[in-house]
């Protein structure tokens, strides 16, 4: 029997020109922004939003730097009337739509780890708490206002992907937070195999929640209180352990967990600028068992998720407006663009191989797509390369 050759299946091919149209739509389906000007349309409003984005300027200054751009007076009144405060909870609803859209279906298939943390972007401006739904924190940045927002996190693996988000108003409180983003996550036939949570939920109304509410196991990074009593009592001995200890909270009352008291160690061996010294963690663990560095170590990979929160810092737009469904928007943004190219890497960066495929990382890097998506807004609208004088100049 002869044996005739079959031409291999053409491979798929990304260009930028895809890369910003499926941006452009995946947004555009769930939230769609209108404009009825003869030059400003719908389809405007997201590629301007994009491109201020990938590129880190003000919607202002985008607009200057473009030829047959269309006004940015325009384009902020068409986004401050689509976006607005009473809007917040639908916009919320429609942008955790876009997010989930991107998430690649394997993270579906079996329980997967799971963060949860807040991030923040500071906020300088005026504008009273009721007005602009900004949060009070300690200082940094040179100032104690924020726009904040929590997010829910999937590790495994090459998938770092934001799975939900929810801004944060004055009024909400941990459990709330985390209540909705656990909600959201139920939506999306989401399992969660265990719950790591940053510092700002170790507080008794969350342990209670967790333990009383749901059946998931937790570890949640607690932190180091008091001068010489509270958890700082604790940090004795020549070695990790694991004890149990009662919480006092005047608004929560008494709760008892088990926690696991982790000594380690500065990475100075390794760069060999300090000291090399002893340090402590502390976990308090819901339904956990293990050793307490195993459970150090277990939590170490959460802190890819701050690896996310810098490569959003690369795609995520500015603003000075006092419009917080804008600025929630556009860190909103940030965080679904880095889906769009964990996505886009999943599908046209993987080597074959037998054990399962990996993704080679070089092939499509983050700032490939935002080369491209900023390339394609400037073909669109045309930069501008040439300016007059205003007078004739005097020597």
């Given amino acids: 029997m002869k044996y005739t050759r079959t031409r291999k299946q053409p491979l798929p091919k990304l260009t930028d020109t895809l890369v910003m149209e499926t941006a452009r739509e995946a947004l555009n389906d769930p939230l769609p922004l209108e404009a009825e000007g003869y030059v400003c349309t719908g389809a405007d409003l997201w590629q301007i939003v994009l491109g201020a984005s990938v590129k880190q300027m003000t919607i202002h200054g985008l607009c200057e730097s473009l030829e047959c751009a269309p006004s940015d007076v325009a384009v902020r009144g ?167 200890y009662t919480f006092h909270r005047p608004e929560h009352g008494a709760f008892t967990a088990d926690l696991a008291m982790c000594k380690v160690f500065t990475t100075a061996r390794r760069t060999g600028r300090n000291p090399r010294r002893a340090d402590w963690m502390i976990f308090i663990l819901i339904r956990c068992a293990g050793f307490p560095q195993q459970v150090h170590h277990a939590y170490r990979r959460r802190f890819g998720i701050e690896s996310s929160y810098r490569c959003a810092r690369r795609t995520r737009g500015w603003t000075t407006s006092p419009n917080p469904a804008l600025r929630f928007v556009l860190i909103a943004l940030s965080l679904f663009l880095v889906n769009v190219w964990v996505a886009l890497r999943w599908q046209f960066a993987q080597l074959p191989r037998r054990g399962g495929r990996l993704v080679c990382y070089a092939h499509f890097r983050l700032q490939r797509l935002i080369d491209w998506i900023a390339r394609v807004v400037e073909r669109i609208y045309l930069p501008v390369h040439t300016i007059y004088a205003l007078a004739s100049p005097i020597d």
């Fill in 78 to 244: 068409y986004l401050n009337a689509q976006l607005t405060v009473e809007a917040l909870p639908d916009i919320e609803d429609r942008l955790n739509a876009a997010l989930a859209a991107q998430i690649p279906r394997r993270v579906f298939k079996r329980p997967r780890d799971t963060a949860v943390d807040y991030h923040e972007q500071a906020y300088y401006g005026k504008t009273e708490q009721a007005e602009g739904l900004w949060v009070r924190a300690a200082a940094q940045d040179g100032t104690p206002r924020f726009y904040r927002v929590a997010t829910a996190y999937v590790i495994w693996r090459d998938m770092r992907v934001t799975l939900a988000i929810k801004f944060i108003t004055p009024d909400d409180d941990p459990v709330g937070t985390l209540s909705s983003l656990l909600a959201r996550l139920s939506g999306l036939n989401y399992r969660v195999k265990t719950l790591y949570l940053d510092r700002g939920f170790d507080g008794v109304g969350v342990m209670r929640f967790l333990t009383l509410h749901t059946r998931l196991r937790a570890v949640i990074a607690c932190t180091i209180r008091g001068k010489t009593g509270g958890t700082r009592a604790l940090c004795r001995g020549r070695g990790s352990y694991r004890t149990r």
